[in-house]
């Protein structure tokens, strides 16, 4: 059964860093052609991916938000960590990891909603 | 504003059938896969549809997908109030950029 879920802060200031952790379970990001993403939805709006991170350490990310994102391996084999600098009210959402099976996200994350505020 | 386009909202009747729209590119949709994806508010999104018309394991046979050109579309029969959500077509473009779109809020009246 493969769970994942999201954690870090819930508030952050504008220009901070904000950094989420996302830990999974039933599934391995060794195993060949695995990944892990994460997606986001602002108050009211639509979906937006922003990176993807393969088993093999390939990285893919949003366009508009690849000067500020970088997603990496936790220090735990089952985690996956996601960082957005220069936070701004805008980036206030819900952040959602997902699990990545040849082309679609089949296993999300319940979600965590990130206040930019100061 | 997203690069797929969908309708903003839908609506049906229990029992009848609804189709929801999904417009793109011959870069994104016309060159790479469809998915859905239904979306109630605070729950995760669920996996519908998958390769443009797969049905996802668990998934009532009143989803289905189909694909023409650079355009997709959901359609779902026999509409149950248990079908009222949010629900997003996503593809990739060539540039192996995610896209979603803007999603349609569907109501059962």
């Known amino acids: 059964q493969i769970t994942l879920k999201e954690s870090g802060p819930t508030l952050v200031k504008p220009t901070q860093t904000l950094t989420l952790t996302c830990s999974f379970s039933?599934?391995?990001?060794?195993?060949?052609?695995?990944?892990v993403g994460w997606i986001r939805q602002p108050p009211g709006k639509a979906l937006e991916w922003l990176a993807l991170?393969?088993?093999?350490?390939?990285?893919w990310y949003s366009p508009p938000l690849r000067s500020r994102v970088t997603v990496t391996k936790g220090t735990s084999k089952n985690q996956v960590v996601l960082t957005m600098t220069n936070m701004n009210p805008v980036d206030t959402a819900t952040y959602y990891c997902?699990?990545?099976?040849?082309?679609?996200?089949?296993?999300w994350g319940q979600g965590i909603l990130v206040t930019v505020s100061s | 504003q997203s690069v797929l386009s969908q309708p903003p909202s839908a609506s049906g009747t229990p029992g009848q059938r609804v189709t929801i729209s999904c417009s793109g590119s011959?870069?994104?949709?016309?060159?790479?896969?469809v998915s859905w994806y239904q979306h109630l508010p605070g729950t995760a999104p669920k996996l519908l549809i998958y390769?443009?018309?797969l049905r996802r394991s668990g998934v009532p046979d009143r989803f289905s997908g189909s694909k023409s050109g650079t355009s997709a579309s959901l359609a779902i029969s026999g509409l149950q109030s248990e079908d009222e959500a949010d629900y997003y077509c996503?593809?990739?473009?060539?540039?192996?950029?995610?896209?979603f779109g803007g999603g349609t809020k569907l109501t059962v009246l």
């Open positions: 011959s870069s994104n949709i016309g060159s790479n896969s």
């Open positions: 390769s443009d018309n």
């Open positions: 997902a699990h990545y099976h040849f082309g679609d996200f089949d296993f």
């Open positions: 991170i393969f088993w093999d350490d390939d990285k």
């Open positions: 039933g599934f391995s990001l060794t195993a060949t052609g695995v990944a």
């Open positions: 996503a593809t990739w473009d060539d540039s192996l950029n995610g896209l």
